[in-house]
């Protein structure tokens, strides 16, 4: 894998080269364009002479153009040899500057290669001065004094732009050559890479998405180690007590008697109760679970559902109770999971309620949405702990069996079977002692 340091040379070549060849396409655009100055001037393209200005003020001061030919000797820096000096109806009146010349107060006809001046004095044309063949040195003076200003800006702004350049090549180069050292790094399987923010405030975002991303795909991966490791562990013990019956059986250590068989099975029981879990949570954590959202009341599936638990209840000798409004209260959900969710909260709230204690569930409505709570006086959850119970396999007593502890996936399945059809869950210590887990639907 390549270093930052060598990305980032690789990124400032790339973008040199860049720069260099829009400068060489200048340099040869510059030469040509100079030629075509030089070879196609025309008076769309020339500027106003000072000779133009200085012929019209002649004619205010004079009201005609009569004498005119000592306006250009005297004005001795233009080729006064290649112009003609036009009236208003387009007659020579001076010819190279001559009043004398045999094609003075003949009509002309102006050709495609003559640069045509109008004069005007008052608002209204007086006359044309027409430049009929300029020299070659005449239109590269001209030429340069077009050019020249505007290749010395250009060479002071192309300066400007390699300077200006340089500095946001380092600005963006930098964060862009971090971003792409750490993708490559985190696609190598090196999770941990973070990024620093520099840059704009565009690379910036870009660097923090990056960590957010790495952090959210280093979780992912860390959760798919621990899953995979409860799920062998927690397979781990049925299985050893299947197998170690049945090769009792075969040894005959065991007689083949209802007792090793009954065993064996009960692990099998377990062991398809934990498959059916694994299976459901997938299914709602990738939102591949159908769901049949109706209108359902919250009180009848809760009262359903103690009375499912009552002789559980009564066997460990804990109140088991439903507090319920005296209206329905209605909300929009799937109600065998809706069920499913509240038999979870409550079989978790029996297990862990010593003897003689009490879990009850309350119902109560909003105006938009009805919130349920099961709610048990046990010994509750550590603060540090509640974050973490409705992940897979987390389980208040570690040292619990499977037999009496559950699969530890009920609180997980019931987080994702509320938030699948819109809800929340959530659970939290109560104050004089317990636990209360809460589940709010919408109506």
């Known amino acids: 894998m390549n270093s930052v340091h060598q990305i980032r040379l690789r990124l400032l070549s790339l973008l040199g080269r860049a720069f260099l060849s829009v400068m060489l396409l200048l340099m040869i655009l510059f030469p040509l364009i100079t030629a075509y100055v030089l070879t196609n001037y025309t008076s769309a393209a020339t500027p106003r002479l000072p000779l133009i200005g200085y012929l019209e003020g002649y004619y205010q001061g004079h009201g005609n153009w009569d004498g005119a030919e000592t306006a250009f000797q005297s004005y001795d820096s233009f080729p006064v040899e290649y112009t003609l000096l036009l009236d208003q109806d387009g007659r020579i009146i001076l010819d190279g500057g001559r009043a004398s010349a045999s094609t003075v107060g003949s009509r002309y006809e102006l050709t495609s290669s003559d640069i045509h001046f109008p004069l005007r004095s008052g608002g209204r044309e007086i006359g044309a001065l027409v430049i009929t063949a300029m020299p070659l040195n005449w239109r590269g003076q001209m030429a340069s004094g077009i050019l020249f200003p505007v290749g010395a800006i250009s060479s002071a702004l192309g300066l400007l732009v390699v300077v200006i350049a340089f500095l946001l090549m ?171 969710v509240i038999a979870n909260l409550v079989g978790n709230a029996l297990r862990y309620v010593p003897e003689g204690g009490r879990v009850w569930i309350e119902i109560s409505a909003a105006e938009n949405a009805a919130t349920l709570s099961v709610n048990d006086n046990g010994a509750g959850i550590p603060e540090a702990d509640l974050p973490f119970i409705f992940e897979r396999f987390w389980r208040k007593d570690k040292s619990r069996s499977r037999s009496s502890g559950g699969t530890g996936l009920g609180l997980a399945i019931a987080k994702q079977l509320i938030e699948a059809q819109g809800g929340e869950i959530s659970a939290q210590n109560l104050p004089e002692g317990g636990l209360q887990a809460l589940v709010n639907l919408k109506k």
């Open 170 to 340: 380092r600005r963006f180069v930098n964060p862009l050559a971090e971003v792409i050292y750490a993708a490559r790094a985190v696609a190598d399987g090196n999770l941990e890479t973070r990024i620093p923010a520099e840059g704009p405030q565009d690379l910036r975002a870009l660097s923090e998405s990056f960590n957010e991303m790495a952090t959210s795909l280093e979780r992912s991966d860390r959760e798919r180690r621990d899953m995979l490791a409860d799920v062998a562990h927690e397979l781990r013990t049925p299985l050893s007590v299947i197998r170690g019956r049945l090769e009792g059986i075969v040894d005959g250590v065991y007689p083949e008697t209802d007792a090793p068989v009954s065993t064996a099975l009960e692990q099998t029981y377990l062991l398809e109760r934990l498959v059916d879990d694994l299976r459901l949570l997938t299914l709602a954590e990738s939102r591949q679970l159908h769901f049949e959202s109706k209108p359902v009341d919250l009180g009848s599936l809760a009262a359903h559902v103690v009375d499912l638990f009552q002789a559980e209840a009564r066997e460990k000798n804990i109140s088991l109770t439903v507090n319920r409004p005296a209206e329905n209260v209605i909300v929009t959900a799937d109600a065998q999971r809706v069920e499913q």
